[in-house]
């Protein structure tokens, strides 16, 4: 049985805590409070963490690494992810202020030692390639994420928004296993499940952690309430809850990347982790959202 909390996300682990939004939650930005709400987390057994050094222009990395600088009991707990690879145009340096990428070697070898200090970790559990960058020379990218992995920064690495020749081109050029591709996927975005990706996903062996698995907080209009309501009748479940189950019975289990820091929302998540929907349900809910029979 995997040790949930001696490393990161396990095919058990039920949802990672999207930290994208945390800056947003004035509450959350003195270190006791957010120290609490860790804690909290913790003892639900939720221990996966995921940021990226763009979030908040870095104010996310900042608060949470500055938290656990002031619990360090904290810091010993949680598990992180963190992506890195995009630049944004107010971020360029550059006279050309161009949103771009970098998965060049030199800027995600940089981008790790910047987030251990920021996150103020001893090690990244997972670190990821934020988008595919057509511009990624793949075997000096993977000399560098190597290094960091046999040095101990970074536990193991994954790729997002990768499609799947992008992310096999990488694997091609390093013998480091990519464990995972963080990419949209949920009721609010479904084409995936259509495409051949999940296969992909399936057949190379990468976790799929499914970002916005609320559809950002828009469920409710794509839903008709009408249906939302019979299924939470049959079933007991909320609308975060049956959105959650919907993602976790797709095979694979994907781990949803919640991005709601709302305890009752995260609870609601939590039961629907649990939770197995009819099949008849699951497919309902497709068709409501794709406005259309399967075939
Ligand atoms: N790799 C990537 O490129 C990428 C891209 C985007 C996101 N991400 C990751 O995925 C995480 C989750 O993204 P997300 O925040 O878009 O995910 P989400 O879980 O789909 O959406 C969460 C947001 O929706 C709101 N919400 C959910 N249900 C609601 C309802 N019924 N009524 C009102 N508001 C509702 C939440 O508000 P409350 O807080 O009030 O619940 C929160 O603001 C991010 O934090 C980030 O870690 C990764």
Redesign the pocket.
Known sequence: MPNTTATGFTPETPL???????H??PELTQTARLADWIAARLDEGLNVF???DI?GAGKCERLFGDTLRAHPALAKRVRVIT?AGIVPAGQDRSPWQVKHYRAEANYLGNAINKALASLSVEQIDTF?I??PDPLLQAGDVARVLERAVSAGKVRQIGV??FLPEQWRWLARNTNLPLVCN???L?L?HTGPLFDGTLEAHLTDGLRW?A??????????ERIPADLLDKAREETGLD??AL?IAWLRQIPGTPV???????P???HS?LRGAQSLLPRPLWYRLLESVRKTAVA
């Open positions: 990672i805590l999207g930290m994208m939004r945390l947003d939650h995921d940021h990226a979030y992506k990821l934020h988008r997002s928004n963080q990419s949209q949920s609010a952690l970002w916005s698995p609320l559809g950002g907080g828009n469920l409710a609308e975060s959105a949803p990347v919640l991005g709601s820091m709302n009752d929302r995260i998540a």
